[in-house]
């Protein structure tokens, strides 16, 4: 008797962090498991570092080789997500005598949250503001994909208050 048609107990899709998919087999037992429509089997049901692509699930008995069974469907590996373009300041702007403090505000890009501290806290809005005087390194990162983060080519600097006249 061929083995049961195979079923996918996950699918992992590539990420910014891991550029590779995996897909988990449900588990069956007298069975080798492929992706490649039978072309190659392996005793177990994980293959992982898959690339982008189609895969063809087979799986054949141990005890006859020759009675195999491919599964229903095919499992799509997405393409690795594009990481989001390098962020740029739309304006920065410096503290006063009357405003100590101050704003960096982000030109604004579709699907990303910002941040001015090089990625340790993010948010939705492009705009930053009561800054204290320092260095800020912007980066941007995918809302679909929160590893895939782009940085700035270069820091932002909020002055120093600028000291009253005596």
């Given amino acids: 008797t061929p083995p049961t048609a195979p079923t996918v107990a996950s699918t992992t899709q590539p990420t910014c962090d891991v550029p590779t998919g995996t897909i988990v087999f449900t ?5 080798e498991y492929s992706i490649n429509n039978g072309t190659s089997y392996q005793a177990g049901a ?7 692509g189609t895969y063809i699930l ?5 005890a006859d080789n020759t009675c195999s ?3 229903g469907a095919t499992v799509t590996i997405n ?12 304006s920065t702007t410096q503290p006063t005598c009357a405003v100590p403090t101050g704003t ?7 699907g990303v949250e910002y941040s001015i501290n ?5 948010q939705a809005g492009a705009t930053f503001a009561g800054l204290a005087p320092g260095s800020y390194t912007l980066r941007v990162r995918s809302i679909a994909d929160n590893t895939c983060s782009t940085p700035a080519g270069a820091t932002v600097t909020i002055n120093a208050v600028p000291t009253p006249p005596t």
């Fill in 27 to 31: 588990a069956q037992a007298g069975v």
């Fill in 46 to 52: 994980t293959f992982a570092g898959l690339a982008p």
């Fill in 58 to 62: 087979r799986v054949r008995s141990i």
């Fill in 69 to 71: 069974t491919p599964a």
């Fill in 79 to 90: 393409a690795v997500p594009t990481p989001p373009t390098a962020p740029t300041v739309a």
């Fill in 104 to 110: 960096i505000v982000f030109t604004a890009q579709a």
């Fill in 118 to 122: 090089n990625g340790t806290t993010y």
